[in-house]
């Protein structure tokens, strides 16, 4: 069902409309005028779905409409923090996968970078891959770190009991389990094999290296 736009939301609309037809290769005023668009639906008195709206009035996708809505919010996060704004849709794309604090790292390291002082999405997208690369490495190590910190910790005997495999890898816990087996298969026996002693020895070995 359309719902008719109030006389302050149609003038907004016309404004915003009169924006996108003078503007279509403008990318951040074009994309800028679709999100505010978007977001008071101002589209709801003639389409019921923006979608619909885009693709009638402008000959807009789904996938190109965001893009573009993309690619502002580009410009809007960069402000003006940088001396060199995207000149178009395709240089500001890539920087649609950062966040917007990475967006102005990266802006600025494409400027510092750029051959010959030439800026293209090419060269965009390689800079964005090394951030996300860079970014991926950092959270790996945090996360190892952390569970570094927390396998290292005192742990208290409830703790450990029952909970082996949240502090042991994979071979060290089959190694234990080896170990106890055999423990408990020279107690059926008697201790025939093998003295209490020798083992306990053993046992004080593994402790005095684990404790080293």
């Known amino acids: 069902m359309l719902l008719e736009l109030s006389t302050i939301e149609q003038s907004e609309l016309d404004q915003l409309e009169s924006i996108i037809n003078q503007n279509v290769g403008a990318f951040y005023k074009v994309g800028s005028a679709l999100a505010k668009i978007r977001d008071s639906r101002l589209y709801r008195d003639s389409h019921s ?19 573009l809505i993309a690619s502002a ?6 402000g003006t923090i940088v001396p060199i704004q995207p000149t178009n849709e395709a240089q ?8 917007p604090e990475q967006q102005q790292q990266a802006w600025q390291q494409v400027i510092d970078t750029a051959p010959e002082g030439k800026i293209t999405a090419h060269h965009v997208s ?34 450990l009991r029952g909970n082996l495999e949240l502090y042991l890898d994979k071979d060290m816990k089959t190694a234990f389990d080896n170990f106890y087996r055999e423990i408990q298969r020279i107690r059926l026996e008697k201790w025939s094999s093998v003295t209490k002693e020798a083992a306990l020895y053993m046992i004080e070995l593994t402790k005095s290296l684990i404790e080293a």
């Open 126 to 159: 390689m800079v964005v891959s090394g951030i996300k690369k860079e970014s991926t490495e950092n959270e790996i190590e945090k996360q190892v770190n952390k569970k570094r910190a927390f396998v290292n910790r005192k742990l208290t005997e409830d703790e």
């Open 73 to 78: 919010s580009v410009i809007e996060s960069l």
């Open 49 to 67: 779905t923006f979608e619909d709206y885009c693709k009638d009035k402008w000959d807009m996708g789904r996938n190109y409409t965001n893009k």
């Open 92 to 99: 500001a794309r890539p920087l649609t996968k950062l966040l």
